[in-house]
């Protein structure tokens, strides 16, 4: 996963050691207000900026893995009502996230769009192909050619502080400039079918860069009576136990009335009994959590993982004959997800630095250079988006 072109924006370039010291030092001198106003004026979503051509299409390559949830006792649950034992099979990959946004149109300070959804498997980042089969519930969904949106965000150009926020929903691709750690940070997912807030974790250091890393709190997915933000997603009395089960939201009514449920992967931070109903999960924070890796300086999302797991809730009925024999209602694990994207170290020839188009990007440049740890020799950088 990787990319270094223009499109990469404020965050793209080249180092070549003279050059950038002869620059750092003369740019030290002129302070944190020529770095603020060229960001301002770099990063708002207009036309002209190098911000507008990363935001209309990513130059990273975004890339989604996918574990299947395989049941080992199909004809035992279907005859006797016995309790599932899945076996984790992944990851199958795909590239997502690589079509342009389209439909946009500007309002005063504002710009919507419609995100187009695709799909293209990846073999070579797969255990097996496209044809494997695996028992498990069927949840019909159909992907490529449909639209992730309406979106309208704001462009900046009034307010940098309001750069990319949503007006009518909005991802995680980039947030205003200059973060401050001690703020969560908020942005619309639409797997979840909400706004959600980040809390800053720690600083990482990627590839020299210092970047803050944010995660998701366990509140995200906790009970109405933990976190009442969430009692919209209970709506299911009986399944959820009278709005007491941790660990899972309810998205039916924004997917057609379908009986899907959200959650981190194996039931991460869910009600121990999720588990219990169904075997064979090991949720894991090092390997289910989601993050995001974010620039502070132009609020670029330089790496993240976004990982859910899509589950579908199952129950007694004397009318479906393979479920006559189920005594409980479950919610049952189909798949669980990792979106990720991020850049690797690229060296470039000295002649790129002669090539950069203003010397508001070669400003940029140098501020984000003297981050980097000593001995560093070149980096190339772009962002993503959740």
């Known amino acids: 996963m990787?990319?270094?072109?223009?499109?990469?924006?404020?965050?793209?370039?080249?180092?070549?050691g003279a050059a950038l010291a002869i620059l750092g030092g003369i740019l030290i001198p002129l302070?944190?207000?020529i770095i603020q106003s060229t960001v301002e004026k770099e990063a708002v979503i207009v036309p002209g900026t190098t911000a507008y051509e990363n935001w209309i299409s990513s130059a990273a390559f975004v890339y989604r893995q996918m574990w299947l949830f395989d049941v080992q006792n199909a004809l035992d649950v279907v005859e006797l009502g016995a309790t599932p034992l899945v076996k984790e099979r992944g990851p199958y990959t795909y590239k997502v996230r690589y079509l342009a946004k389209s439909n946009i149109t500007?309002?005063?300070?504002?710009?919507?769009?419609?995100l187009p959804n695709g799909a293209i498997f990846e073999p070579d980042m797969s255990v097996g192909s496209e044809d494997d089969l695996v028992t498990t519930l069927n949840l019909a969904v159909a992907y490529n050619g449909?639209?992730?949106?309406?979106?309208?965000?704001?462009?900046?150009?009034?307010?940098i502080s309001r750069v990319a926020m949503i007006e009518r929903w909005q991802d995680a691709s980039s947030f205003p400039p200059f973060v401050d750690k001690n703020k969560p940070i908020y942005f619309f997912s639409s797997d979840i079918c909400r706004s959600v807030s980040s809390t800053f974790r720690e600083t990482q250091d990627l590839w020299g860069i210092e970047v803050y890393r944010y995660v998701l709190p366990p509140s995200t997915f906790a009970s109405p009576s933990?976190?009442?933000?969430?009692?919209?997603?209970?709506?299911?009395?009986?399944?959820s136990r009278n709005c007491s089960m941790a660990g899972v939201l309810d998205v039916g009514p924004c997917r057609g009335g379908a009986p899907v449920y959200i959650s981190l992967p194996h039931f991460l931070h869910g009600s121990d009994y999720l588990r219990q109903d169904v075997l064979g999960l090991n949720p894991s924070e090092e390997n289910h959590f989601t993050y995001l890796d974010i620039e502070p300086i132009t609020g670029f999302t330089l790496s993240?993982?976004?990982r859910l797991q899509v589950n579908m809730m199952y129950g007694p009925s004397k009318v479906i004959s393979v479920l006559k024999h189920v005594k409980e209602y479950t919610v049952f694990p189909i798949v669980w997800l990792n979106e990720g994207s991020h850049c690797h170290v690229r060296i470039l020839p000295a002649s790129t630095i002669a090539n950069m188009a203003s010397v508001e990007e070669m400003i940029l440049l140098c501020v984000i250079r003297n981050?980097?740890?000593?001995?560093?020799?070149?980096?190339?950088?772009?962002?993503?988006?959740?």
């Open 2 to 16: 990787g990319c270094c072109n223009r499109r990469c924006g404020l965050l793209a370039g080249a180092v070549f």
């Open 31 to 33: 302070g944190d207000q």
């Open 106 to 114: 500007a309002h005063n300070d504002a710009v919507s769009f419609l």
């Open 146 to 159: 449909t639209f992730d949106g309406y979106y309208t965000v704001n462009t900046g150009q009034d307010d």
């Open 226 to 239: 933990i976190n009442p933000d969430n009692k919209c997603f209970c709506t299911e009395k009986l399944v």
């Open 304 to 306: 993240f993982a976004k």
């Open 371 to 386: 981050r980097q740890k000593k001995g560093a020799k070149s980096v190339g950088l772009c962002g993503g988006g959740m």
